[in-house]
């Protein structure tokens, strides 16, 4: 597969993706508008791992976009790609987006996977697995916002915490990331 950048237009959006790997265990990842935190990350878990790396960014419209309407981009990029179900996380803000999509779609996701929790009132949809991960130091979105959003599926949602790591963790931090992911969505 490709590590380019490709773009997706449905009805004249432009969504821009990045595909690496084509292993049988399908992940996409979100980053947080502005920025990719996840790209050293995900190409650790195409290469190393073998996993398949979607990583879904936004529309130059970002701003006027809802939280549904970016989950809604996603979807379309998972449809075309042709992918049935996927695993699907995000990266603070790239997370809250992941939240909305598996609310509005368990049917179409395996589990899902959060760096760094914001604060938003989204329920966690029903039987999905959920691992999070976050910065012991991360002041964007602090750890508590994880443990407070384990806590209402403690028989389901994991959390890691990586000692030292700010909010950007997977930048600075990024095969550690890679690995807690690699070994937590290798047993799906």
């Known amino acids: 597969m490709t590590d380019t950048t490709q773009i997706f237009e449905p009805d004249g959006r432009a969504i821009p993706y990045i595909v690496e790997g084509d292993g049988p265990i399908g992940l996409v990842l979100i980053a ?42 996603v979807v379309a990029v998972i449809d075309e790609l042709g992918l049935e179900r996927t695993w699907v996380g995000g990266h603070g803000r790239g997370g809250t987006v992941a939240r909305a999509l598996v609310a509005r779609h368990p049917e179409r996701v ?21 691992l999070i991960v976050q910065g012991a130091d991360d ?11 384990r806590a209402t599926a403690p028989e ?7 000692d030292g790591a700010g909010h950007l963790f997977p930048l ?10 690699e070994e937590y969505l290798d047993w799906d």
């Open 32 to 73: 947080e508008p502005g920025q990719d935190a996840l790209g050293v990350v995900g190409h650790y878990l195409a290469e190393e791992a073998g996993f398949h790396i979607i990583r879904v960014g936004y529309r130059a419209s970002v701003d006027a976009a809802s939280t549904g309407d970016q989950a809604d981009d």
């Open 172 to 181: 600075t931090h990024p095969v550690e990331t890679a690995v807690i992911v």
């Open 110 to 130: 395996n589990g899902l996977l959060l760096l760094g929790v914001e604060d938003e009132d989204i329920a966690l949809a029903p039987v999905i697995p959920v």
């Open 156 to 162: 389901r949602a994991s959390v890691k915490t990586l």
């Open 139 to 149: 002041e964007v979105t602090p750890p508590a916002a994880g443990e407070r959003l």
